[in-house]
């Protein structure tokens, strides 16, 4: 959503990881990375399952709580905690452009690390902590916003936390409104509980100056297959991003999903860094002699495309995996790809070269003295 003559203009990828790929590293901090790292489960066909079973559930135990402690040193700010926030660029497919920025939690192991899935449980059963984390996010979004106002910058909130910050959001819209225009505050309703509860009061806060957006939105059915999930799960099927498009501004399709039908690879950690592609990931892209599951899935994501912008024509979509124009002309196979209008200017690519690190706000702010601009707006 940058503005023609803005100086954000000239922030593009490249430009960005020139300044920031060695500048801005993950923080760390010693003797973390073993403390919040989610024990691995035995196998079933280990002889001494059970005794390795009681192992894992007591490590499990032992990590939830010390995520749990870290977001209560955080939020409370009772001593310093090795959680911190930062921001993942989202860049126009087209022009390679910052169109967004999305709120993130780490863990400072020096590896850029999310605290999952300890973060998804903390949200779940400490209620009133998980709030205050959620307002937390939301200010350090504010922030961002102020400081880059022709870009959204994005919060996550789950469903059911949504009345429990509804004024909280309403006021910060309004703050992130000025002169009655749209906000950039982007609130980005997740998949871990259900979202038609929460249907009618984002219609509701949308009325009120809120802008939505619907996170990892997917194929979910009873049966599911490779980059699908499982009904109960998962709540931002592609279902509901169709039949309630007109409620959201922005649409992202879910990263198992984005890396199957783009045949991408993703790297948690970056190329550049030493990063390796994500194994799971990487086995939701079938090989081209699986010509039924390839097309199932672009049929998938080629009706909802068209279905979204038959109703709601403004939406912008953001892709969670790395795709670029010049793919084609490296050898790929975009014949593959949904027949979309990715590279039109409406798509966006989350992360892309930078994989899934999260940089400090200041890391996006370098063009204003580079450039000798002096007014964002």
């Known amino acids: 959503m940058a503005k023609e ?23 760390q901090t010693a003797s973390v990375l073993e403390k919040f790292s989610f024990p691995f489960p035995p196998k079933p066909d280990d002889p001494d399952f059970e005794t390795k079973k009681a192992d894992f559930e007591q490590k499990k135990a032992t990590y939830q709580g010390n995520i749990n402690a870290e977001f209560d ?17 989202i ?43 959620l307002k937390c996010c939301i200010d350090f979004a504010v922030v961002a916003c102020k400081a880059l106002p022709n870009v959204r910058i994005s919060v996550n909130v789950r469903p059911d936390e949504l009345p429990e910050v509804r004024d909280f959001l309403i006021e910060k819209a309004a703050e992130t409104a000025p002169d009655g225009r749209t906000s950039n505050l982007l609130v980005e309703i997740t998949e871990y509980a259900p979202i038609t509860d929460a249907l009618a009061l984002i219609k509701e806060m949308k009325e009120k100056g809120v802008v939505f957006a619907i996170d990892d939105v997917t194929e979910v059915n009873d049966n599911p297959g490779k980059a699908m999930a499982m009904t109960g799960t998962h709540s931002c099927s592609f279902k509901v991003a169709k039949d309630h498009a007109s409620l959201f501004a922005v649409q992202k399709l879910a990263l198992p999903m984005s890396c199957s039908v783009f045949r991408k690879e993703v790297f948690p950690t970056p190329a550049y860094a030493g990063g390796k592609a994500n194994p799971f990931l990487k086995k939701c892209i079938f090989d081209e002699k699986d010509a039924a599951e390839i097309e199932i899935r672009k049929d998938l994501v080629e009706d909802w495309y068209k279905s979204v912008v038959k109703v709601a024509p403004d939406t912008e ?7 670029y124009a010049e793919d084609e002309k490296e050898g790929n196979n975009s014949s593959l790809y949904p027949q979309i209008p990715l590279f039109g200017g409406k798509f966006g690519i989350q992360g892309g070269k930078s994989g899934g690190r999260v940089f400090p706000l200041e890391a996006f702010l370098f063009p204003t003295a580079m450039d000798g601009a002096t007014n964002a707006t």
């Open 5 to 27: 003559g803005s100086f954000l203009m000239s922030l593009t990828e490249d430009k960005f990881l020139e300044n920031a790929q060695d500048k801005h590293k993950p923080l």
């Open 73 to 89: 040193k955080f939020v409370n700010a009772d001593e310093p905690s090795v959680i911190y926030l930062g921001c993942q660029p």
């Open 91 to 133: 860049w126009n497919a087209k022009t390679n452009e910052l169109t967004g920025l999305e709120v993130l939690c780490r863990i400072e192991n020096g590896k850029d690390d999310a605290p999952m899935p300890g973060l998804a449980v903390f949200q779940a059963s400490q209620k009133i902590n998980a709030i205050k984390f």
């Open 317 to 323: 979509f953001v892709i969670e995996c790395s795709v």
